[in-house]
């Protein structure tokens, strides 16, 4: 079962996401929190959930690379993350079910799979989505909203739709939250 949890560091970093969200949400309210199957992501979206009374969507098509000797995908299926997660949304339908994902051979997969995802989400949602993923699935999720480079872990990425254009709006990438 390839699903580790985060790390002390990452537990921290996850409460300083959910005090920076916060923040945001105060401002200008985020409406929804999508969030890849995998444990680790769900451990730093659920203080952010509960910072901001919000529940979490979970989105196979945004979860980690899918490599061929770590295939069928080892996340645990929606209805097991509620037991540990209280905030999951069981009503949510993804854009992309498990059973339609496929072995991948590369960062560029995963982040063109992510990307797809990411923008059938935001067709579907409407309102301000905290995305919650990992490496490869942030650069595509980056890529279809006017990114174009990886994003670090519980980093904050702003993209704003202007002109009929994504752009990002503000820092890439920011950290400015985390003190580590």
């Not at 969507?57 to 899918?66: A, F, M, R």
Request: proline share 6%; glycine share 10%.
């Amino acid at each position: 079962h390839d699903d580790p949890h985060l790390s002390a560091a990452g537990e921290i970093g996850a409460q300083e996401l959910a005090a920076a969200m916060a923040k945001v949400h105060a401002e200008t309210p985020i409406a929804h929190i999508v969030s890849s199957p995998f444990v680790r992501c769900m451990q730093t979206a659920r203080p952010v959930a509960e910072a901001l009374g919000l529940p979490i969507k979970v989105e196979p098509g945004i979860c980690e690379i899918l490599q061929p000797g770590n295939f069928p995908p080892q996340f645990l299926e929606t209805a097991e993350l509620a037991r540990d997660f209280a905030a999951v949304d069981l009503a949510y339908e993804p854009a992309v079910r498990r059973e339609e994902l496929r072995a991948e051979y590369g960062d560029g997969a995963a982040a063109r799979r992510a990307s797809g995802a990411a923008l059938q989400v935001r067709a579907r949602l409407s309102g301000r989505i905290l995305f919650v993923g990992h490496g490869a699935s942030c650069l595509g999720i980056a890529e279809a909203f006017g990114g174009s480079d990886y994003i670090g872990y519980t980093s904050l990425t702003r993209f704003v739709r202007a002109g009929g254009r994504w752009r990002v709006e503000g820092r890439f990438g920011d950290v400015a939250h985390l003190s580590d």
